[in-house]
């Protein structure tokens, strides 16, 4: 059953700190993975997408990594800012003949950012 | 561009009345979603449209779920009869063709069924 599951639920950091997210999937084959930010009331935003060939991606503070070997991913937030509090969302599509209705969501990391 | 545009942001309503959620998609984009969020099952997907069509609706719950794509710049989905499991946040998104297949999520709208 392709399944992502995200780690951990939950992290409380201080601003200024760095910080990195986990993603583990077992969609196979897959097409591509992203990272999307969800602020709290309002829509996810996608931070990044990687396909299956590319190991990593940066967005200013935001580096994404993927081993598509261990079938892992990671979110990496260098230096954070209060604004970084939200939910982060790994996201997988797997590579059903380029079929958009397939992403397969992962429930999810809160992240807090305290002063 | 404005983005997706989900109306009513918020809704309340009691058991057993009909509810109806709308949402105009970013100008241009060929592929419109309905998704559905709770704490409990995070983000599923309930139908999608491409072209105006709807391609995949394996996602809706009940027969009490409907959803429309009359043109390009507007989609509805509605619960009728809505009941208190359906409180949630759904969301409209928006993509264009081509891979990798970016997708633009609305506000959201968030519905309690008391």
């Known amino acids: 059953k392709n399944q992502v599951e995200q780690s951990p639920q939950s992290l409380i950091i201080l601003e200024g700190k760095n910080c990195t997210l986990q993603?583990?999937?077992?969609?196979?084959?897959?097409?591509?993975l992203r990272w999307y930010k969800q602020d709290t009331g309002r829509g996810p935003v996608s931070l990044t997408i990687m396909t299956f060939s590319e190991n990593t991606k940066s967005n200013g503070r935001y580096t994404a990594t993927l081993d598509a070997d261990t079938k892992q991913s990671s979110l990496h937030i260098t230096a954070s800012q209060l604004s970084d509090s939200a939910s982060y969302i790994c996201v997988v599509s797997p590579r059903y003949g380029g079929s958009q209705g397939n992403l397969i969501f992962g429930k999810g990391t809160k992240l807090s950012v305290k002063p | 561009d404005a983005g997706v545009i989900q109306s009513p942001r918020h809704e309340v309503t009691e058991m057993g009345q009909e509810v109806t959620l709308r949402c105009k998609p970013i100008?241009?984009?060929?592929?419109l979603f309905w998704y559905r969020q709770t704490m409990m099952r995070g983000l599923e997907l309930l139908i999608y449209f491409n072209n105006n069509v709807p391609i995949d609706d394996s996602g809706m719950p009940e027969d009490r779920f409907s959803a429309k794509m009359p043109n390009a710049s507007f989609s509805t989905l509605k619960i009728q009869p809505s009941e208190p499991r359906d409180s949630a946040v759904y969301f409209c998104?928006?993509?264009?063709?081509?891979?990798?297949?970016?997708?633009?999520f609305g506000p959201g709208t968030r519905l309690t069924v008391t």
């Open positions: 998104a928006s993509s264009p063709s081509g891979v990798p297949y970016e997708q633009y």
């Open positions: 100008s241009g984009h060929d592929y």
């Open positions: 993603c583990n999937y077992t969609v196979s084959p897959f097409s591509n």
